[in-house]
């Protein structure tokens, strides 16, 4: 199974950390915040990543090159401006080929184990998500999960932890190069029943800021 980590996203609520860095290469724990992902992918058997870029991108590819210090074999999938996520996710298609895939959002930190991602995905479904609990930030959460199934009622929800595996059938309606929002597809695909999803209950930050970045650095820096 191939990986995807997104990057492409500009950071505003980052600023003034990202006027000058992509998000991805921020730092936290002595390390660029994608360079986490991408060991940790490594760590559960993945070889092929793809990873998408628009804002200072180049930036990415200078840092990270080919990935085979990390032992990996990264493609890049570059955006003159930011396609959203499933119009990022969509556009990177010929490169991540005909089979299902992970997707990992760049700007997050956790301890799930992509390994167990690997088979996730059911015959028929579009897509697999991992849930967490609501942050402060979001309380509300996304979606609810029952008996393995995601919807878009119910009482309970849980936040999108930005980590999902795909059948490359949920984009087909997505022009390459097009900008397109993923919570649209999903609720499509959560109306036929065909989302199913885990509840991760360890760790999962949303560096969304520079007060959580600094926070998830702090912790890193203790622990490490």
Excluded: C
């Excluded at 301890?111 to 690997?118: H, P």
């Amino acid at each position: 199974m191939k990986a995807m980590i997104l990057a492409a996203g500009r950071g505003e609520r980052m600023r003034p950390l990202t006027d000058h860095t992509p998000k991805p290469l921020l730092e936290v724990g002595g390390k660029p915040l994608i360079v986490w992902h991408m060991e940790r992918l490594v760590q559960a058997g993945f070889e092929e990543i793809v990873i998408n870029h628009a804002h200072l991108g180049q930036q990415i590819e200078t840092a990270l090159e080919d990935g085979s210090r990390w032992g990996l074999q990264i493609r890049y999938s570059p955006e003159k401006v930011a396609l959203e996520t499933a119009g990022g996710i969509a556009n990177a298609l010929g490169l991540l080929g005909a089979e299902p895939f992970l997707v990992v959002n760049g700007d997050t930190f956790s301890d799930i184990d992509y390994r167990q991602l690997a088979g996730a995905l059911r015959p028929g479904f579009l897509a697999h998500l991992v849930m967490v609990d609501n942050p402060p930030q979001h309380p509300q959460g996304d979606f609810a999960l029952a008996d393995s199934l995601l919807s878009v009622e119910g009482e309970s929800k849980l936040t999108f932890s930005g980590v999902g595996v795909y059948h490359p059938d949920l984009f087909v309606g997505i022009r390459r190069g097009d900008a397109a929002k993923l919570a649209p597809l999903l609720k499509d695909a959560m109306s036929e029943k065909r989302v199913s999803g885990q509840h991760h209950h360890g760790k999962w930050y949303d560096i969304g800021t520079p007060q959580r970045l600094a926070e998830l650095d702090a912790k890193l820096t203790v622990s490490h």
